[in-house]
């Protein structure tokens, strides 16, 4: 009972910026002495046998406790910022209710006439650009894995159909993505926010409002991420443009999401654990006033108003996105916390046993010795 050190089983290539990856089973025989034949073929190419004494297991100890203090903090952090992004879409709200109102009023005086309106313009599609919107940071599990391999699975689809494209990058981590593969074709590198603004969409709004009405692009495609719950999310693409005439967004599938109807999520608790409550709103549209009367022509109207609302649309994707980022930073490092409380939890069972031996080895010694001067 000398041995006064550990045999450990670890990976060769410990990963500390990924703290979701902590875990006890990186230990394989824990308390495992060394001998000639401790290695395996099988083990020899994926793992490292480390000799740890008590010193080295209570460093570990201590940095996997700062490890979960960190994570911890970083989950909390999270937590609040899903908040402030719910916020942020309740205060866009009546914004957005009334301009679907009055797009529904215009377009019902227009209903028997032939309208001209740029963004409207059905074009034969020979080249489409792509806006691709990802996060600044990393740290949230496969959020920005998930929208990167959903815009090459339509890039993919797109070349198989024999038409061009174009890719807009909003986001730092799309940004080096699409930096080290200089074959995708970028228009523009936009970088986020920690909070999306009016003036950040109207950046983006502008870049495609000029693509398509010079024609560069016949079609303009939105993929981003939705955010469905705090455990859930969906990338998704919609046809930013050409717009429906009533403001409607579509998919590439064509199926349209009618503009009057909106969906939106409250941060609350239940049974003491955070949970997303969502709720689809109809809004109102009355009609106008019979007395009422435009002093431009209706037609002139819905050209200024379709902007403004292919903006609350690019807005309201970018707060839906990085609700999605906020809620998959916190998993993640929710489950980081977790294995971090394993990981410590396992390495001070080791250190007590190695500990125990130590100190029964110290009294046997002491015993015999005694025993040996009787």
């Not at 190419?45 to 940095?63: F, P, V």
């Not at 006033?289 to 435009?294: A, K, M, N, T």
């Not at 998993?331 to 971090?340: E, G, P, V």
Request: proline letters at 5%; aromatic letters at 6%.
């Amino acid at each position: 009972m000398s041995s006064s050190h550990l045999t450990m089983w670890v990976s060769s290539k410990p990963s500390l910026s990924d703290p979701s990856g902590l875990s006890s089973r990186s230990f394989i025989s824990p308390f495992q002495l060394p001998s000639s034949n401790a290695s395996s073929p099988s083990r020899s190419s994926t793992s490292t046998q480390i000799q740890c004494g008590l010193r080295e297991l209570r460093d570990r100890i201590d940095s996997v406790k700062n490890t979960q203090k960190i994570t911890e903090a970083m989950k909390l952090v999270a937590a609040a910022k899903v908040r402030r992004a719910q916020e942020a879409v309740v205060n866009a709200r009546p914004f957005s209710e009334t301009l679907v109102g009055v797009l529904y009023n215009i377009n019902e005086q227009l209903q028997t006439e032939d309208i001209d309106i740029p963004l409207t313009k059905v074009r034969p599609v020979k080249k489409v650009a792509l806006v691709v919107v990802t996060g600044d940071r990393g740290l949230c599990g496969g959020f920005n894995n998930a929208i990167i391999k959903k815009a090459e699975a339509r890039i993919r689809e797109l070349k198989e159909l024999g038409l061009d494209y174009t890719v807009i990058s909003v986001g730092k981590k799309g940004n080096s993505y699409f930096i080290r593969r200089p074959y995708i074709p970028v228009d523009k590198f936009l970088e986020g926010s920690s909070l999306p603004t009016a003036k950040e969409a109207q950046a983006i709004a502008d870049d495609v409002f000029s693509l398509f009405v010079s024609e560069e692009v016949d079609k303009v495609e939105l993929l981003y991420t939705k955010f469905v719950s705090l455990v859930k999310s969906d990338p998704v693409i919609h046809t930013l443009l050409p717009l429906s005439p009533k403001g409607e967004i579509c998919d590439v599938n064509g199926v349209c999401v009618d503009a009057a109807e909106d969906e939106f999520f409250r941060l609350t608790t239940k049974e003491g654990k955070l949970t997303v409550e969502r709720d689809v709103v109809r809004t109102q549209t009355a009609d106008f006033s019979p007395i009422l009367q435009f002093e431009q022509d209706p037609v002139q109207i819905l050209d200024a108003l379709l902007p403004l609302y292919l903006n609350s649309q690019i807005l309201r994707s970018l707060q839906e996105s990085l609700a999605s980022e906020l809620a998959a930073r916190m998993s993640a490092m929710s489950n980081a916390t977790d294995n971090a409380v394993e990981l410590k939890r396992t390495l001070s069972r080791i250190y007590n046993r190695e500990r125990q031996a130590k100190i029964t080895g110290e009294i046997l010694e002491i015993v015999s010795g005694a025993n040996a001067l009787v």
